[in-house]
């Protein structure tokens, strides 16, 4: 949802001066972009760039995982926010593509910073009376996530020993 405001940050009905935005919708418009400069990110990371990736094996999980964000920014206050269940299977799947514990939260690290960047860049935009409840809102979502991926991946890693046996 947009609105208009003035100079005064009055809203407007018709025409004004800046367009205001939920978090929420600034997150979802800026999906793609968000992503790119995640990886660029990711990519500078040294410990990270050692496991060879495809664009779609390395970012290939991220549009669930920020449309889960997204999806927790616009419930009602109060409302339980549910597992994300691509996080626990993003968990798996950097297991089974060689990454550490430590690289799993590193990305983990690095989404929150971009996520953080990308609201930094559009703050003509956001809607400040909502910000710090938004941020906040983000940085619980993001680690409940990074919780569910450790927990599949500590789960994964512990049944490959019995695998070979």
């Known amino acids: 949802m947009a609105k208009s405001i003035g100079s005064a940050g009055t809203v407007k009905a018709t025409g004004g001066a800046a367009t205001i935005e939920s978090v929420a919708d600034i997150l979802e418009r800026e999906l793609h972009s968000l992503i790119t400069d995640w990886l660029i990110r990711v990519e500078q990371e040294p410990d990270l760039g050692r ?19 997204i999806a927790r920014l616009r419930l009602d206050v109060g409302t339980k926010a549910t597992i994300s269940k691509a996080a626990a299977e993003h968990g798996e799947l950097r297991l089974k593509q060689g990454y550490t514990v430590a690289m799993a ?8 910073v971009t996520i953080f960047s990308t609201l930094q860049k559009n703050a003509s935009s956001l809607e400040f009376g909502l910000l710090l409840p938004d941020v906040v809102t983000i940085a619980d979502e993001v680690d409940a996530q990074l919780k569910e991926q450790m927990l599949r991946f500590m789960a994964a890693d512990a049944a490959k020993p019995a695998k070979g046996k």
């Open 105 to 112: 939260v590193q990305e983990s690290r690095l989404l929150q």
């Open 51 to 69: 496991i060879p990736l495809s664009y779609e094996d390395r970012t290939g999980h991220l549009p669930r995982l920020l449309h889960d964000v």
